[in-house]
């Protein structure tokens, strides 16, 4: 409810759930010894459904915040809504795509494990250098085994 006056004394806003009916709700955490306490205005779910709700968004939270600090999605490249949508769904693939990665390499590691190896080694390859440097130095024994028959 939005209110003309939203400023009230001392220049904090007003609460717009000041002298409106709410709710309590405390859901008990098997693993944890102190409660969760929601307050809530939706007086027609149970309580199991407001926690679930709860336990939905607060997935959905730990989510973004993973893909904020992992996947350098602090700032936005663009201002308009098409650029924010394309950056936000590169980052949820290329989430997606580390996950895939994961569950083929059968890891028990983290994600953010399995990103360091991906970013350290993406560019790196090893294998090809050391295989293309022993061709190269097989090539150059042919090479030196051929002068060696050559000379006199």
């Known amino acids: 409810m939005l209110f ?3 400023k009230v004394k001392g220049g904090k ?7 409106k009916p709410l709710r309590r709700v405390i859901v008990k955490r098997p693993d944890k010894t102190t409660p ?6 939706d007086f027609e779910k149970t309580a199991e459904d407001i926690a679930a709700l709860y ?3 607060w997935d959905i939270e730990l989510f973004f915040k993973w893909i904020k600090q992992n996947l350098k999605l602090k700032t936005f490249l663009g201002r308009n809504e098409n650029s ?3 950056q936000i769904y590169t980052a949820i693939i290329s989430y997606l795509l580390l996950k895939i990665y994961q569950q083929k390499q059968g890891t028990k590691i983290s994600l953010k494990l399995c990103l ?9 390859r090893d294998e090809t250098e050391q295989k293309i440097s022993k061709k ?6 042919k090479i030196r085994d051929l ?6």
């Open 13 to 19: 806003e007003r609460n717009a759930y000041f002298k």
């Open 116 to 124: 360091t190896v991906l970013r350290t080694g993406l560019f790196q």
């Open 55 to 57: 336990k939905k968004r």
């Open 36 to 41: 969760i306490i929601l307050v809530t205005n």
């Open 84 to 86: 924010v949508k394309t």
């Open 147 to 152: 002068q060696r028959e050559l000379v006199f």
């Open 136 to 141: 190269e130095l097989t090539r150059r024994k």
């Open 4 to 6: 003309n006056n939203r």
